[in-house]
């Protein structure tokens, strides 16, 4: 006979730019990155956004920083999560993009029934894997066995990106001030993919970023029988309604995905790609 189910809180870093009203319906927990502007220090998705980076770039000419949430706040926000439930599932930004995970799974070793998962990825890329675990702690699925489930899931999770200007990049160190005035003068559009934990470049798309997005959606989506069609993130900081809603269509063209999910990326994500960045994110079977 069944016992009763653990009432289980699903948490996850700023990072996984899932949108207020999926976390609000799902009943997520959102730890928010530090993001730091000038000598001001704000907390992502709480006191600033996505427009107030960009904002803040445009009229200072020096990008924002990030920071990682510390093992002390992790500590003390786990604790404060377990007075109200009988366990606590966290994914973190992949370990390779941040010391999140490293600082989570610190706090973590201090304290019972929490668990972390490293997603390997960043965006929704993890916010995939949280919007799953929401789902499966609804169904009473015991804390163990989500974490075994969501491991399994992170290498098959896709993520990618289109990248418009590469002068964020450039001013974060990513990437040469000669590559990037190349790619201005080429009118090159950069594919960014998240491979094992590592983003790396995929294929440079020439022209417009509404042309780039188009062939980028096709090549992601075309003559593939591997795609998982229960759900497809589009993910973005500050794309114009229009660009999205292309996005959209050129989805629905190559792909008959049961849920199309639109989500903004936060100010984490847009301090090193910019305003005009776009993504798709899915699960391969």
Do not use: W
């Given at each position: ?209 509404e042309k780039a997005l188009m062939q980028y959606v096709r090549d992601r989506l075309e003559g593939r029988n591997d795609i998982d069609y229960k759900r497809i993130f589009i993910t973005h900081p500050m794309c114009s309604p229009e660009t999205v809603e292309m996005v959209r269509e050129q ?35």
């Amino acid at each position: 006979m069944k016992g009763v189910s653990q009432i289980i809180k699903i948490s996850a870093d700023s990072t996984c730019d899932l949108s207020p009203e999926i976390v609000e319906k799902l009943g997520i927990s959102i730890v928010p990155l530090t993001i730091i502007a000038g000598e001001k220090e704000f907390k992502d998705g709480i006191t600033i956004s996505a427009a107030d980076v960009v904002k803040h770039v445009e009229q200072e000419g020096t990008l924002c920083r990030t920071a990682a949430v510390n093992v002390h706040d992790y500590l003390e926000i786990f604790q404060k999560l377990l007075e109200e439930n009988d366990a606590v599932i966290h994914i973190n930004i992949g370990s390779g993009f941040s010391s999140c995970h490293q600082n989570a799974v610190l706090a973590a070793q201090q304290l019972e029934n929490v668990y972390v998962v490293n997603s390997a990825s960043l965006s929704t890329g993890s916010g995939y894997l949280v919007y799953e675990a929401a789902l499966m702690a609804r169904e009473g699925i015991e804390p163990q066995e989500i974490c075994r489930r969501l491991e399994e899931m992170v290498p098959k999770v896709e993520i990618s990106f289109v990248i418009d200007r590469l002068d964020y990049l450039q001013k974060g160190g990513r990437c040469s001030a000669l590559a990037a005035q190349g790619a201005r003068l080429l009118r090159i559009k950069p594919c960014i993919e998240v491979q094992e934990g590592k983003m790396v470049v995929g294929k440079k798309y020439r022209g417009s970023f509404e042309k780039a997005l188009m062939q980028y959606v096709r090549d992601r989506l075309e003559g593939r029988n591997d795609i998982d069609y229960k759900r497809i993130f589009i993910t973005h900081p500050m794309c114009s309604p229009e660009t999205v809603e292309m996005v959209r269509e050129q989805i629905s063209n190559y792909a008959d995905f049961a849920e199309i999910l639109v989500t903004n990326a936060g100010a984490t994500v847009t301090t090193h790609c910019g305003p005009n960045t776009l993504g798709i994110i899915f699960k391969r079977n």
